[in-house]
């Protein structure tokens, strides 16, 4: 028989003296006997959790000194509601390729922008075929705009005649004047005036910034007009959407290696003139409409393009105002002014002993003989 030595039952603290007794080790039983001893047990059946057995206690607040704060309570008690603003809901997530959002957003960019911007990626590019974007685009560059509510009709241009805006904004705005196609030799600067509407086919041109004494007579043709009051009507002038420009060329009558002359050119076109073929090809030629000269000295050379039905409007009216945005006299470079419906230029002129004022207009034989663009050349004598 072995004897094995009884452990020693631990002390118990005298400060807790209440402290039950710690329970003796219990002898672990061998494998082999517990498993021959140990009954089988039935399934338990399933144990109710048994009711809590903690007392209630009364319920008893304690002041919060911080404002909007709820008092605090000796017991357990329900978070309250959070309200109805904020529970938390699920939100449509947001999407960047948004074509309405986009398409604002390119309106108000350069053309230059916008290219760059359909060259990131296959999206930009298909969204940027919209043809609004460039409407918008092309009659903001154009600064076509007006507060007077008789004339915001004038803005509202169809689409243009079997063409895109996109085409007609890169015609417009890339650099390209008339003497790229033909007499570039003879060409030293231009820049860009403005745009104007032409609802009707009615032009009135002068070589004044001053309307005619006279309305000119149709039947008489322009040379007569030309040659007497320096203005003349044409009216077979397609519709649409015109552009001015102000070019500079070499004085044609003198060597070109010599010549220290110039001529300005006040060149008004249809927006879609540079897309036709025959006018590339040079099927369409400028055709000489009369002269004007003027004998006596001449402080400046101005001339001017109105839409005939609103001759008598106040944007004609700002533009015939010369005083109001020509140069000082001392300035000799030329400057533009345009309305909606009218566009002038005008520059200081050096001693002189006259000027002549030359005008042309370029027809499309295939449409019935529209006008498509006039031109006032005027040349220091």
């Not at 509202?156 to 805006?165: E, I």
């Not at 009507?233 to 004085?251: F, Q, S």
């Not at 030629?285 to 002269?291: F, K, W």
């Not at 030329?334 to 050096?350: E, H, I, M, R, W």
Request: aromatic residues 10%; positive net charge.
């Amino acid at each position: 028989m072995e004897l094995r030595k009884r452990p020693r039952p631990r002390r118990l603290d005298p400060d807790f003296v209440s402290s039950p007794p710690p329970t003796p080790p219990r002898k672990r039983p061998r494998k082999q006997d517990a498993e021959r001893k140990q009954p089988r047990r039935p399934a338990a059946a399933k144990r109710q959790p048994a009711p809590s057995k903690r007392a209630r206690c009364a319920q008893q607040g304690i002041g919060s000194p911080v404002a909007g704060l709820q008092p605090s309570r000796c017991c357990r008690i329900v978070a309250p509601l959070s309200r109805v603003s904020f529970i938390p809901r699920s939100r449509v997530p947001f999407n960047w390729y948004e074509p309405d959002i986009w398409t604002e957003v390119a309106k108000h960019l350069h053309g230059a922008d916008l290219l760059r911007l359909s060259a990131t990626c296959l999206w930009f590019f298909r969204l940027l075929y919209e043809d609004s974007i460039w409407r918008y685009a092309f009659l903001r560059d154009l600064s076509l705009h007006t507060n007077d509510p008789k004339m915001l009709r004038l803005l509202q241009v169809p689409r243009p005649f079997h063409r895109s805006w996109r085409l007609l904004y890169a015609t417009a705005f890339d650099d390209t004047h008339a003497y790229c196609f033909r007499q570039p030799e003879k060409h030293i600067e231009w820049f860009r005036i403005g745009g104007f509407l032409m609802d009707t086919p009615k032009l009135l041109l002068t070589a004044k910034l001053a309307l005619p004494p006279w309305r000119p007579i149709l039947d008489d043709g322009p040379e007569i007009s030309i040659g007497f009051m320096g203005a003349c009507l044409l009216t077979n002038v397609r519709p649409g959407i015109w552009i001015a420009d102000m070019n500079m060329v070499r004085c044609p009558v003198c060597n070109l290696n010599k010549c220290e002359g110039t001529m300005q050119v006040l060149d008004a076109r249809h927006c879609e003139l540079y897309l036709e073929n025959k006018f590339r090809d040079g099927t369409w030629e400028y055709e000489d409409l009369g002269s004007h000269f003027s004998n006596e000295k001449l402080d400046t050379a101005a001339a001017a393009i109105f839409n005939y039905d609103y001759i008598d409007s106040p944007c004609v009216k700002n533009i015939l105002n010369s005083k109001s945005w020509i140069r000082d006299r001392t300035n000799l470079l030329p400057k533009g002014c345009f309305t909606p419906v009218a566009v002038a230029l005008s520059s200081n002129l050096k001693p002189n002993e006259g000027l002549l004022s030359r005008f042309q207009a370029m027809r499309d034989m295939s449409r019935g003989g529209q006008i498509v663009s006039v031109r006032i050349t005027q040349q220091l004598l």
